[in-house]
T-cell receptor
Framework: ETGVTQTPRHLVMGMTNKKSLKCEQH?????MYWYKQSAKKPLELMFV???????ENNSVPSRFSPECPNSSHLFLHLHTLQPEDSALYLC?????????????????FGPGTRLTVL | AQSVSQHNHHVILSEAASLELGCNYS??????LFWYVQYPGQHLQLLLK??????LVKGIKGFEAEFIKSKFSFNLRKPSVQWSDTAEYFC???????????FGAGTRLFVKA
């Protein structure tokens, strides 16, 4: 148990559906992240939130919409997705964002949501 | 732009063999370096990390990694692998002063019993 939970663990949706992924961290961290993990590709950073403010949007299409209502919860709202969006979506948290070498930059990952878009 | 290259996508070893997984990064400034591991069916978790000081870093389960700044490398080593080390290993780099951690594509290690 890493202290980061994600629901649902599996999701199958059609291209016209709207769904949301949820992430919750129980570690008292201030920063949260969404990553996309596709087969045979490096882990891709999608969004970063620090103290509930979005600090990074890594050129992600607008059909993915993040929401961070507080420092413990992070959502990823999905609408009109494409089959190529099928992947494992990972949430992570870290104690804080820093610009200096710091042990607080270590990220703790959730189990992921396996998304299939039909 | 930052990038991370892991040299081997798949490695197969017998138990007790020595392991070295290569990782090279591209970044001009000061970096934080990580190795993460994902065991079958489990979360991605931190194996070890380098921030400053001794470039030889020791992590969990007998793993170590050496930061060689002149070679932009952070190779992972273990003198004697076990069947339970079967997993996927990811090297990651974060430039200080930035927000992004860049991951390599991963190396799948299979250890034969």
């Amino acid at each position: 148990e890493t202290g980061v939970t994600q629901t649902p663990r599996h999701l199958v949706m059609g291209m016209t559906n709207k769904k949301s992924l949820k992430c919750e961290q129980h570690l008292g961290h201030n920063a949260m992240y969404w990553y996309k993990q596709s087969a045979k590709k490096p882990l891709e950073l999608m969004f970063v939130y620090s103290l509930e403010e979005r600090v990074e949007n890594n050129s992600v299409p607008s059909r993915f919409s993040p929401e961070c209502p507080n420092s413990s919860h992070l959502f990823l709202h999905l609408h009109t997705l494409q089959p190529e969006d099928s992947a494992l979506y990972l949430c992570a948290s870290s104690q804080e964002m820093t610009g200096l070498a710091s042990s607080t930059d270590t990220q703790y990952f959730g189990p992921g949501t396996r998304l299939t878009v039909l | 732009a930052q990038s991370v290259s892991q040299h081997n996508h798949h490695v197969i070893l017998s138990e007790a063999a020595s392991l070295e997984l290569g990782c090279n990064y591209s970044y001009g400034g000061t970096v934080n370096l990580f190795w993460y591991v994902q065991y079958p069916g489990q979360h991605l978790q931190l194996l070890l990390k380098y921030f400053s000081g001794d470039p030889l870093v020791k992590g969990i389960k007998g793993f170590e990694a050496e930061f060689i700044k002149s070679k932009f490398s952070f190779n992972l080593r273990k003198p004697s692998v076990q069947w339970s080390d079967t997993a996927e290993y990811f090297c990651a780099v974060k430039g200080t002063g930035g927000f992004k951690t860049i991951f390599g594509a991963g190396t799948r290690l299979f250890v034969k019993a």
